[in-house]
Each structure stands twice: as C-alpha cells, then as structure tokens.
C-alpha cells in the first residue's frame, strides 16, 4: 500500500468504556484492550492499519488520564503526535 501524500490520520482514543464493562473501565478503556485476540491493544491494530496509508502523520486525541497509556503502546509517537485533553468533550471538538 502507498502512502497518500498530504493525508493525516487522527484516531480518536477516549472514552469512559461503560458499554465493555467489565472489560473496559475508566482507567482502562477498551482501546488499550486487545478486543480481537490478535496480541495487539485496538489502539495498536488502528495504527498498524493507518500507518502504511500515512506514514508518521498520525495523531491521537485522548485524554490526559490515557496520554502515558497511549504513549507505552505507541512508542513511536512523537511528542507533538498526541493531543491530551483535560477533559472529556466527546468526540467532535477533539477531530473537528
């Protein structure tokens, strides 16, 4: 797959998780679960499928609770490659 010029990505990584419950859980949302038995958390597989579309221009929008979470299992992200917000806004103010 080639990457597309000019194209990023935002995945979008928040969430109380109360519809996986007792999964996914307010300290531990169902994105850094692995949901799929692939070995991989869901954030990870998003990745996995957007990086060879984009490249390293990938963003991910969560909440500071989860930015440490997030960054253990993308260690690839820049710093500036999160975006952490303080508190929850649902999901239009963190990509629009």
Not at 42 to 57: F, I
């Amino acid at each position: 797959m080639t990457a597309i010029p000019g194209l990023w990505a935002v995945i979008p990584a928040g969430g109380s998780g109360t519809r996986l419950w007792p999964i996914s859980r307010r300290h531990s949302p169902k994105f850094l679960h692995d949901l799929t038995g692939s070995g991989q958390s869901l954030l990870r597989e998003t990745w996995d499928r957007l990086s060879p579309l984009v490249g390293d221009r990938i963003l991910v929008v969560t909440g500071t609770a989860h930015e440490d979470a997030v960054r253990r299992q993308l260690p690839m992200l820049g710093y500036d490659a999160v975006v952490a917000e303080p508190s929850p806004r649902d999901s239009m103010p963190a990509i629009g």
